[in-house]
């Protein structure tokens, strides 16, 4: 029934139904049989455990339990009543013992909408939308170091975060890392500073952040991105000046882009690359707008385009654009409806020619297949070693080569430990090479074999792990190597067993020889070189079978 407190639950006889019981109309979220009795869960009081004869056995009271807010509950072998908490995991009644919560170190809601990985750190918001429709799922901001988990919510942080929802996208300030700014579909811009969360609408962005006509309450802001010089960019939808950006001193400022930028428009998400261009997804098929500030500040209009299908004119598979990113080379990828595309000359789409897009993919019996042309491409992050892992809307998870030629690796729900064939974003650890992977589902980690590397080798170079014990079959990591190092294993009698490049900054041995063979017991050394063998290093690695 809508009417709160006004539902109703029923048993059958075998004859004939008849509400279960009159005085409980509470919306019910789970009805359980355990231990020979009924489990009714209601989220607003709790549980209660009724006998074969319909009296109370037992009820988490929500009201002096802890704060509990459950789901459903159910015994366990040996007679402990557990619940699963809407906020803190599961929890458990041990009777006169009291009750103990097992809360999993991790984002409280399953649905992590985009991440971000910056400075050591994986940042990630909760509730955003794919399809520009507000689902009001309260902001969430959490943020893993590597070990641990801090999790901001309304719960921690009144009134910003318990009024402001549909959180899409984190902008990490590069002069200070931990503050930061997140957009808000429906609730504007918010910023944590100094540990503090504070929210931006009208009133306080010298007017520039504006909500619909008729709804001037909610503010759509999806884009947020810093530039090179500290100043961040916001794309506040519905808003005829929607491009708005705040300097590093507080200052807000919107531009005019005439009817490239109206009130009917659906601002998405802002990438700036290394040329300090501004690319933002025009949602709902509208395809991108391409920008570049001026010394002076303006957006002149022969420093703005909008991108489309058409020839000439961007060339985009289609005009429905998930995301956008650059890759090491300097090229812009773009995830759209109908797989991928590459703007090789960025630096031309706003003045030069020859600049339309290229769709990557494969060449197999003389014929072209483009890359996921049949995919909903949803995200894109690259590696180490400049290849693309990119997320679908419902294939899962893909590894291609740095052009797109290669289809490397496919990770789905029925080949590996992916949990949701529903990718919303990738992250990945620029040191270790971890991939983080977030679905509709939760987040799961991959540890990746490419990392972020340098033109010289690192002061130290070592094999993980090391030694390596019986059992242990995974990849034995070579870290700290210069940008595409070739790498040599020998004996120590010098009999060379395996060789490779590194992917990046780092290379990969799965332990076995040439001949497939597992290595003998024993000490290794690893050679790595520079292509012409002006820089070398040599580690050691053992192997205990």
């Known amino acids: 029934n809508p009417v709160f407190q006004t539902d109703t639950s029923y048993v059958f006889n075998g004859v004939s139904w008849a509400e279960r019981d009159p005085n409980f109309h509470w919306t019910t979220t789970s009805l359980n049989g355990s231990n020979d009795n009924l489990i009714v869960t209601a989220p607003f009081i709790g549980s209660v455990v009724y006998n074969e004869t319909g009296g109370t056995v037992v009820s988490f009271d929500v009201s002096n339990s802890l704060g509990i807010n459950l789901n459903e509950a159910m015994y366990d072998e040996i007679g402990n009543l557990w619940g699963a908490d809407l906020k803190r995991g599961a929890s458990c009644n041990y009777g006169p013992f009291g009750f103990q919560f097992f809360t999993p170190d991790g984002p409280y809601q399953k649905k992590t909408f985009s991440m971000l990985f910056n400075n050591g750190s ?12 507000s689902t009001y799922n309260l ?12 999790n901001r919510t309304a719960d921690t942080d009144q009134p910003v975060l318990g009024n402001s929802w549909d959180y899409m996208y984190a902008a990490i300030d590069p002069l200070n890392p931990n503050h930061a700014y997140f957009s808000s579909w429906g609730r504007g811009l918010v910023e944590l500073k100094d540990g503090a969360f504070y929210r931006y ?7 520039t952040i504006k909500g619909l006509a008729a709804d001037t309450a909610s503010k759509y802001v999806a884009g947020v991105a810093f530039d090179s010089k500290g100043k961040l960019w916001i794309s506040n939808a519905f808003n005829a000046q929607g491009i ?24 998405g998400a802002i990438t700036v690359n290394s040329l300090n261009q501004k690319w933002v997804i025009l949602g ?11 010394a002076n500040g303006t957006v002149p209009f022969a420093n703005r385009k909008v991108l489309s299908t058409s020839a000439g004119n961007g060339a985009l598979p289609d005009n429905e654009v998930r995301c956008i990113v650059e890759d090491k080379d300097g090229t812009m990828w773009v995830g759209t409806d109908k797989g991928v595309c590459i703007f ?31 995919e909903k491409v949803t995200c894109i992050a690259v590696d180490g070693a400049n290849r693309k892992w990119i997320g679908t809307e419902k294939g899962g998870l893909f590894l291609v080569s740095a052009d797109g030629s290669k289809q490397l690796k496919i990770f789905n729900t029925d080949n590996s430990l992916l949990i949701s064939n529903s990718i919303l974003s990738v992250a990945i650890d620029p040191t270790s090479g971890e991939v983080f992977v977030a679905t509709d589902e939760g987040i799961v980690s991959y540890r990746g074999d490419a990392t972020e590397a340098e033109d010289a080798f690192a002061e130290k170079v070592y094999a993980f792990p090391n030694p390596v014990r019986p059992g242990y079959r995974g990849p034995i990591a070579i870290k700290g190597l210069l940008r ?14 395996y060789q490779t490049k590194a992917n990046g900054g780092q290379a990969t041995w799965d332990g076995n020889g040439f001949d497939g063979e597992r290595a003998k017991s024993g000490v290794y050394l690893v050679f790595a070189t520079n292509e012409d063998g002006s820089q070398t290093k040599v580690t050691k690695v053992m192997i205990v079978n």
């Open 122 to 133: 994986l940042w990630t918001v909760a509730g955003g939308t794919l399809y520009y429709e």
């Open 484 to 497: 595409d190092a070739d790498v040599k294993i020998t004996d120590m009698a010098g009999r060379l067993v």
């Open 284 to 294: 709902r098929g509208q395809g991108i707008l391409v920008f570049e500030e001026a």
């Open 244 to 267: 708005i950006s705040r300097s590093q001193d507080g200052t807000f400022t919107a531009y005019d882009f005439g009817t490239m930028v109206t009130a009917s428009r659906y601002l």
């Open 139 to 150: 902001g969430q901001v959490s943020r893993y170091n590597g070990q641990n988990w801090n």
């Open 201 to 207: 609408n009208s009133t306080n962005s010298n007017g």
């Open 344 to 374: 090789y000359s960025p630096d031309a789409v706003l003045g030069g020619t020859g600049w339309d897009a290229q769709k990557p993919g494969l060449v197999e019996g003389g014929f072209f297949y483009p890359l996921l042309e049949n």
